[in-house]
Nanobody
Framework: QFVESGGGLVQPGGSLRLSCAAS????????IGWFRQAPGKEHEGLSC????????YTADFVKGRFTISIDEAKNTVYLQMNSLKPEDTAVYYC?????????????????WGQGTEVTVRA
């Protein structure tokens, strides 16, 4: 239902914009979010957006660097990532959620795509 793209190799301090193309209208979902999985680590929730009222939440550890947005005309959700660090290296996934409130636990994702790989290194 979701196809992530936009990953790649970037130097520390660089930026990437990830895209999440939904197979249905974004309004068909209550909320859409992003999470990541670094090598050898568990899933880590990053950000979510409500399609009902546009409410967004971003986890504290990436707040100020990562920004989620939605383009309903394109049925696409974006994750703008700035000031990237080597510890941001991971596979990034987007997916459906029942809600977007003041947390974004990875366990609350209902479905997700195949992911897009981001590597941050000099």
């Amino acid at each position: 239902q979701f196809v992530e793209s936009g990953g790649g190799l970037v130097q520390p301090g660089g930026s990437l914009r990830l895209s999440c193309a939904a197979s249905r209208f974004t309004q068909d979902y209550v909320a859409i979010g992003w999470f990541r999985q670094a090598p050898g680590k568990e899933h880590e929730g990053l950000s979510c957006i409500s399609t009902r009222d546009g409410y967004t939440y971003t986890a504290d550890f990436v707040k100020g660097r990562f920004t989620i947005s939605i383009d309903e005309a394109k049925n696409t959700v974006y994750l703008q990532m700035n000031s990237l660090k080597p510890e941001d290296t991971a596979v990034y996934y987007c997916g459906e959620r029942h809600f977007c409130v003041n947390h974004v636990f990875s366990r609350d994702f209902l479905s997700w795509g195949q992911g897009t790989e981001v590597t941050v290194r000099a």
